[in-house]
């Protein structure tokens, strides 16, 4: 019997474990594509410009980016919209320019596939607003993930991932629980740690889902720290904690 509830242990340490790697990976995977975009851009605006793209496409698919491109002053404009997109070695470039009124805000759309993509997961853009006057440029990049499982759309792979990485740690938590009541100390802390962990990650994936990469990072680092502290302290020290 205790051999059966030690078994049980390891198992939901495992999946729990899974399920925080999973969870890592979906979101370590959209801010590399974002910083990826933010290195590639060779635009320098005065602002920011607000970007709309997908989080993730399939191979198959094709998805669609918006850019809000703004008039902040009382005169008629016609700025030059010009837009890269990465395309193989040789990136896509489109120049367009606008008739904008007096404070109007129009959106400029470009379509994108996988005939876009660059190192081999990625499809990079980079938009800039020029300069008209008085009116400030503004640029703006995102990073476009493809992939794709079981032939589904990318925002369904993501959210099937997003799923099978929550199912695995509340699973995994769960049987780790069940096979070690009634808690002791070490089981206690090990317990509290953990769940500031999933806390992180599930932070993450919706700063993921929010399209705020620089809090991504921030959580995926804390993500990768915490880890760390655990198999340190819980594993290759745990002795000390059942004193």
Request: negative net charge.
């Amino acid at each position: 019997m205790k051999q059966r509830f030690l078994l049980l242990s390891w198992l939901g340490a495992l999946l729990f474990l899974a399920g925080i790697l999973i969870g890592l990976a979906l979101s370590g995977a959209y801010a590399w594509g974002e910083s990826e975009a933010s290195i590639y851009s060779s635009f320098n605006g005065d602002a920011s410009l607000r970007l709309t793209c997908p989080l993730m496409l399939s191979p198959d698919e094709s998805g669609v980016v918006r850019a809000e491109v703004i008039n902040l002053i009382d005169e008629d404009i016609k700025p030059v919209v010009h837009a890269e997109i990465s395309h193989g070695s040789v990136p896509r470039d489109d120049r367009q320019t606008l008739l904008l009124s007096s404070r109007e805000t129009e959106i400029v759309e470009w379509t994108v596939d996988s005939t876009d993509v660059t190192f081999e997961r990625l499809i990079l853009i980079n938009v800039l607003q020029a300069r008209y006057g008085n009116n400030p440029s503004r640029s703006g990049s995102c990073g476009i993930l493809v992939f794709s499982l079981f032939g589904l759309a990318g925002i369904q792979t993501f959210s099937l991932v997003v799923v099978v990485s929550l199912v695995l740690i509340i699973s995994g938590g769960w049987l780790w629980l069940y096979a070690r009541r009634p808690l002791d100390k070490f089981s206690g802390n090990v317990v509290q740690i953990n769940s500031v962990l999933l806390g992180i990650t599930i932070l993450a994936l919706l700063s993921t889902w929010a399209h705020w990469w620089g809090l991504v990072l921030f959580f995926d680092a804390l993500i990768l720290l915490m880890m760390g502290v655990i198999f340190t302290e819980f594993v290759l020290f745990s002795q000390k904690h059942r004193e």
